[in-house]
């Protein structure tokens, strides 16, 4: 099941966010590391600015993503899915279930590592494609930290 988070699931979703960011220790040097990755602030702020849905099984969650809306474009942020559920579905799922809340038409953007080979080919079998400038699009529509900015590039699709 796929739904849209409320505050009554931020401790849940904080334990996927942490949990599933551990795996940025395979490809990140240790001082771009932040831990814990998101906290109950971090998460009460981003909710501010995006909806947060969750992918569950037999009510447990196992997956977050939000979608946040700026400008001309959606940001698909945040995309956590636990260890031992990836490789399932359970992010595809997710990220088609929140494409769906999209306009169509809207073009929907997606930053990650460049280093973070799971999400690109993630991100690529469910027909994102690099941007051509990721550097003008990451400036444009998110407020990252200068570190993590220059390690990320961004996805883009069309919802159709």
């Not at 037999?58 to 945040?78: Q, Y």
């Not at 929140?98 to 973070?116: D, F, K, Q």
């Not at 998110?142 to 390690?151: F, G, T, V, W």
Request: proline residues 3%; aromatic residues 10%.
């Amino acid at each position: 099941m796929i739904r849209a988070l409320t505050s009554t699931d931020r401790a849940d979703a904080l334990h996927v966010i942490n949990v599933a960011a551990r795996w940025y220790r395979d490809f990140l040097d240790e001082t771009e590391m932040h831990d814990p990755e998101m906290t109950a602030a971090d998460w009460d702020r981003e909710a501010e600015r995006m909806t947060w849905y969750g992918a569950f099984d037999a009510g447990t969650l196992i997956g977050v993503a939000g979608l946040e809306p700026i400008k001309d474009v959606v940001l698909l942020r945040h995309a956590y899915i636990l260890p031992e559920w990836q490789r399932r579905g359970t992010g595809s799922e997710l990220t088609q279930a929140m494409e769906s809340a999209v306009t169509p038409g809207v073009r929907i953007l997606v930053g990650t590592y460049r280093a973070n080979y799971k999400a690109r080919g993630a991100l690529e079998k469910l027909g994102y494609r690099a941007c051509a400038d990721s550097e003008t699009e990451l400036r444009t529509y998110y407020s990252i930290p200068e570190d993590r900015l220059r390690a990320s590039l961004v996805y883009e699709k069309r919802r159709a």
